[in-house]
Antibody, heavy 121, light 105 residues
Framework: QITLRESGPTLLKPTQTLTLTCTFSGFSLSTNGVGVGWIRQPPGEALEWLGFIFWDGDTRYNPSLKTTLTITKDTTKNLVLLTKTNVDPVDTATYYCAHGDERGGYSLDSWGQGTLVTVSS | SYELTQPLSVSVALGQTARITCEGN??????VHWYQQKPGQAPVMVVYRSSNRPSGIPERFSGSNSGNPATLTISRVHPGDEADYYC????????FGGGTKLTVL
């Protein structure tokens, strides 16, 4: 059974750096074809994909946010980190991490419960 | 960049069939995935690779992608099917549609 859980700060001030941790179990991020994605959802709005990290360390980012995002992984600890620099109130959202697999066409078959991050001065 | 277009809302009578569409350039050549999201909950995948159902998803949920648009079909709609539905493809990056709110009348 695959499980994921997001953790990190709930309140940030503008210009600060957000770091979120996705802790997972039920799969290995060193297995060929496996990856973890980050998605966010501002209150009352649609899902927005942020980025994805593959088993081999390759990363892909939303082009509109690419300059502010970094995704890294620690395979031995089963965790993935999302870092976003220079946050703004528009970054207020629930942030999700999710498991993706090449066999599933990089669908996101398992999601964490999400963590609400508020950016306010 | 690749874009997916969904209707903002779809309404369907209780017990009838709901069809939610997802349009994109040459979408028939892509694997389309669908997610259901109820208020306050994380999204749940209901269809992957256009027409496959994950374990635990009722047979009432089905997908097709023989051309533009791709479609999620929900048969014999229940009140519990009221939710937002999102389509998604892989185009070297992940792309989501804007979401469709399904209302059961």
């Amino acid at each position: 059974q695959i499980t994921l859980r997001e953790s990190g700060p709930t309140l940030l001030k503008p210009t600060q750096t957000l770091t979120l941790t996705c802790t997972f179990s039920g799969f290995s991020l060193s297995t060929n074809g496996v990856g973890v994605g980050w998605i966010r959802q501002p209150p009352g709005e649609a899902l927005e994909w942020l980025g994805f990290i593959f088993w081999d360390g390759d990363t892909r980012y939303n082009p509109s946010l690419k300059t502010t995002l970094t995704i890294t992984k620690d395979t031995t600890k089963n965790l993935v980190l999302l870092t976003k620099t220079n946050v703004d109130p528009v970054d207020t959202a629930t942030y999700y991490c999710a498991h993706g697999d090449e066999r599933g066409g990089y669908s996101l078959d398992s999601w964490g419960q999400g963590t609400l991050v508020t950016v306010s001065s | 960049s690749y874009e997916l277009t969904q209707p903002l809302s779809v309404s369907v009578a209780l017990g009838q069939t709901a069809r939610i569409t997802c349009e994109g350039n040459n979408i028939g050549s892509k694997n389309v995935h669908w997610y259901q999201q109820k208020p306050g909950q994380a999204p749940v995948m209901v269809v992957y690779r256009s027409s496959n159902r994950p374990s635990g998803i009722p047979e009432r949920f089905s997908g097709s992608n023989s051309g533009n648009p791709a479609t999620l079909t929900i048969s014999r709609v229940h009140p519990g099917d009221e939710a937002d539905y999102y389509c998604q493809v892989w185009d070297s990056i992940i792309v989501f549609g804007g979401g469709t709110k399904l209302t059961v009348l």
